[in-house]
């Protein structure tokens, strides 16, 4: 039996950090934002039909992300048309994942996880967590997203509020060894479920 582990939370939370300490823990990880960054990439899937609607969003045969975020700024309808072009694809690569899994536990790390309904395909899920005012600082301090590319990402995603409700658990990642002792007791609580402990 393998346990899908869903692991989500608003921009800027710390779910790649929080990916990479399962990932250190042996858990397989399956990275939505990873994944679409490839679809994006010179010859991947998203990048023939991106330039084909967006030709002002190409550098070097790949999707500029930066311009991408030029374009949404201007018309966010422009992202509701990508999701459109993306999330099936970024589906059909996360099928293939869970269909080959063989680890007890895979994570799926996701943004849009209950946004997009993809909670119904995990036995348990998680959402890391941080205050407001830490979550803006660290988006900010990358130095590429404006305010207002930051505000328009958050009013498209499920408050924080109501996803902490929702989750089974709450990783708080205000500091990196807290975050990992809740990732170690995650894993030993579902090490417990698992039919063979
Ligand atoms: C908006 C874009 C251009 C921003 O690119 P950028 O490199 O600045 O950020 P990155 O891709 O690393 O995403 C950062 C975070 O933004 C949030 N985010 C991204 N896309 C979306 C979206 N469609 N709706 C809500 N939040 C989103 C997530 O929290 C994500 O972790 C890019 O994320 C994009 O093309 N998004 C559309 C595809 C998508 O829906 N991706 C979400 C995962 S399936
Ligand atoms: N547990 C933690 N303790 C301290 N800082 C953290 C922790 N987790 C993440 N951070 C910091 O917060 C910032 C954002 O982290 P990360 O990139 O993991 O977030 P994310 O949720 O994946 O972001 P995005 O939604 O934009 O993809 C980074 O600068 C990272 O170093």
């Keep these: 039996m393998t346990f899908v582990l869903g692991l989500t939370g ?3 939370m710390g779910k790649s950090t929080t990916a990479q300490m ?3 823990e042996g858990v397989s990880v399956w990275d939505a934002d990873a994944v679409v960054r490839e679809l994006y990439d010179v010859g991947g899937k998203a990048a023939d039909i991106v330039a084909q609607h967006y030709p002002d969003a190409m550098e070097n045969g790949a999707v500029s992300r930066e311009k991408l975020r030029g374009l949404i700024a201007d018309d966010p309808a422009v992202l509701d048309h990508l999701q459109k072009i993306v999330h099936p694809l970024v589906g059909a690569n996360r099928a293939e994942f869970l269909a080959t899994a063989e ?3 895979v994570l799926l790390d996701i943004p849009l996880l209950f946004e997009t309904g993809t909670d119904n395909l995990c036995d348990g899920i998680a959402v890391v967590s941080v205050s407001a005012e830490e979550q803006r600082a660290r988006v900010l301090e990358r130095g ?3 305010e207002a590319d930051f505000e ?3 009013s498209r995603q499920m408050p924080d509020a109501e996803k902490r409700v929702r989750a089974r658990w709450v990783i708080l990642t205000q500091t990196l060894d807290a975050a990992r002792q809740s990732v170690k007791d995650i894993l030993a609580e579902i090490a417990k479920e698992l039919p063979d402990a």
Excluded: N, Q, R, T
Aim: aromatic share 6%; no cysteine; hydrophobic share 60%.
């Design 10 to 12: 608003s921009i800027g």
């Design 22 to 24: 399962f990932a250190d």
């Design 103 to 105: 680890a007890p536990v």
């Design 144 to 146: 590429e997203m404006s």
């Design 152 to 154: 328009l990402i958050l």
